[in-house]
């Protein structure tokens, strides 16, 4: 994989949009618009192949000044545009388009998002729970970045099944170097991977990979690249990620 980032319209939500509607015609994915933040639709595609149970899910751009994540997500889908109907996946590409466009963290409310899971009163959130309502997934990822990174990490909730972590480290770290700090945000790493284990009590908020390691997901992935690094190995290192998750998900599962 090679591409040309030079100059990339990354931070255009519409330019984000209107390729993919077109990729979910091509790949005759399901697509609807599940709700509106500002003036933006918030689109999800469904997979024909996708069942209530046995699915994978995939987001980005829950934070708006990470632009590799969102631009990997298409990339990758793009790439496997010929067989995408036949993997059982549900995507929602953007969630927050209005920090996308403006390269910030927040939404127009200066609300963080992904520490809104909790709440009932945020309409866009409120859609995308009602989406994943009925659906059980063997594995959901959560792509972002982080601009303290050092190099790409993840956290992985696992419900007693063996880690993938360390096989899509390998994977983005052809790409990106592996955060080699043994501390990640307060929390024991393993070069680069972070065994997250949850205990609401303690949590004054609900991230998105919270709730759905919680009511939705077999196996949680939050996987993180460093927004300093150079823009093109860093959605390439999203690519790789997503395509090696998918793979073993159904190899070990």
Request: glycine fraction near 6%; include cysteine.
């Amino acid at each position: 994989m090679n591409f040309d980032f030079q100059g990339h319209r990354v931070h255009d939500y519409r330019f984000l949009s209107k390729r993919w509607l077109q990729l979910a015609r091509k790949a005759r994915l399901h697509g609807l618009v599940y709700n509106t933040a500002d003036e933006f639709e918030l689109l999800c595609f469904r997979s024909p192949a996708l069942q209530s149970s046995g699915g994978i899910y995939l987001s980005a751009g829950i934070h708006g000044d990470e632009p590799a994540a969102t631009e990997g997500l298409y990339q990758w889908a793009e790439l496997h545009s010929s067989i995408l109907r036949e993997i059982p996946v549900m995507i929602f590409p953007c969630l927050n388009p209005w920090g996308l466009v403006h390269n910030r963290r927040t939404d127009s409310e200066n609300r963080d998002l992904n520490r809104c899971y909790h709440l009932d009163d945020i309409p866009q959130i409120t859609a995308q729970k009602e989406l994943m309502r009925d659906y059980r997934f063997r594995i959901a990822m959560c792509l972002h970045e982080d601009y303290d990174a050092q190099g790409v990490y993840l956290y992985e909730v696992r419900q007693k099944r063996s880690t993938l972590g360390r096989e899509l480290l390998a994977a983005a770290g052809y790409y990106v170097p592996i955060d080699a700090r043994r501390t990640i945000e307060g929390r024991r790493a393993e070069q680069g991977w972070i065994a997250r284990k949850i205990n609401l009590k303690k949590f004054p908020f609900i991230a998105e990979a919270i709730y759905l390691a919680f009511n939705h997901s077999e196996r949680t992935i939050t996987a993180e690249t460093p927004s300093e690094y150079e823009l093109g190995p860093r959605i390439q290192a999203h690519i790789a990620m997503i395509q090696r998750a998918i793979e073993l998900s159904f190899v070990i599962w």
